[in-house]
T-cell receptor, first 112, second 114 residues
Framework: GQQVMQIPQYQHVQEGEDFTTYCNSSTTLSNIQWYKQRPGGHPVFLIQLVKSGEVKKQKRLTFQFGEAKKNSSLHITATQTTDVGTYFC????????????FGKGTLLTVNP | DGGITQSPKYLFRKEGQNVTLSCEQN?????MYWYRQDPGQGLRLIYY???????QKGDIAEGYSVSREKKESFPLTVTSAQKNPTAFYLC?????????????FGNGTRLTVT
């Protein structure tokens, strides 16, 4: 079945440092979504990437979708304490019967 | 405000008992989902429903059952057959089960079985 691998599992940074999490799929994806879950909270949708090689930005967050549509990354520039949480990628294969497959997530902690 | 309501937030049960987790949404979404989250794990799909009176098994459906009698409601029953029921359960919904619909999650129910 489809697998989505996400690394690293944990990342601790000093406030102001950059952070990147990577997502790799065993199969080609029709799209990939990113979610953020704050400690004790629930996942919240951040963004969706659809096109090969697509890059999207949300303030300090940059999302990329690989050319082969099998990998993606989330980069945060100059982390802040408000960035703390677990970041999940979730990919879908083509076809309406295929569900979202989530990566295991990257837990980001930020030292002020 | 529209959203997804899961209740209760915390639930405690004795081993061998069935327990039902509630999920209600007023977003007028067609598709609803149940995920299970364990520490250090991603979200694993238990069941999903694209329309009233229809639902399909996800990746880890064994020991669980659902119903979808109303568009707004998608309760999950954790049966005594589920070997490791202690977990954080998340309900979600989407506009429709298409390739590009993001999921809207409820606040979750943390189930502890002893």
């Amino acid at each position: 079945g489809q697998q989505v691998m996400q690394i690293p599992q944990y990342q601790h940074v000093q406030e102001g440092e950059d952070f990147t999490t990577y997502c790799n799929s065993s199969t080609t994806l029709s799209n990939i979504q990113w979610y953020k879950q704050r400690p004790g909270g629930h996942p919240v949708f951040l963004i969706q990437l659809v096109k090969s090689g697509e890059v999207k930005k949300q303030k300090r967050l940059t999302f990329q979708f690989g050319e082969a549509k099998k990998n993606s990354s989330l980069h945060i520039t100059a982390t802040q304490t408000t960035d703390v949480g677990t970041y999940f990628c979730a990919g879908r294969r083509g076809g309406s019967n295929y569900k979202l497959t989530f990566g295991k997530g990257t837990l980001l902690t930020v030292n002020p | 405000d529209g959203g997804i309501t899961q209740s209760p937030k915390y639930l405690f049960r004795k081993e061998g008992q069935n327990v039902t987790l509630s999920c209600e949404q007023n977003l007028n979404h067609d598709a609803m989902y149940w995920y299970r989250q364990d520490p250090g794990q991603g979200l694993r799909l238990i069941y999903y429903s694209q329309i009233v009176n229809d639902f399909q098994k996800g990746d880890i459906a064994e020991g669980y059952s659902v119903s979808r009698e109303k568009k707004e409601s998608f309760p999950l029953t954790v049966t005594s057959a589920q070997k490791n029921p202690t977990a954080f359960y998340l309900c979600a919904s989407s506009v429709r089960d298409s390739e590009r619909s993001p999921l809207h999650f409820g606040n979750g129910t943390r189930l502890t079985v002893t």
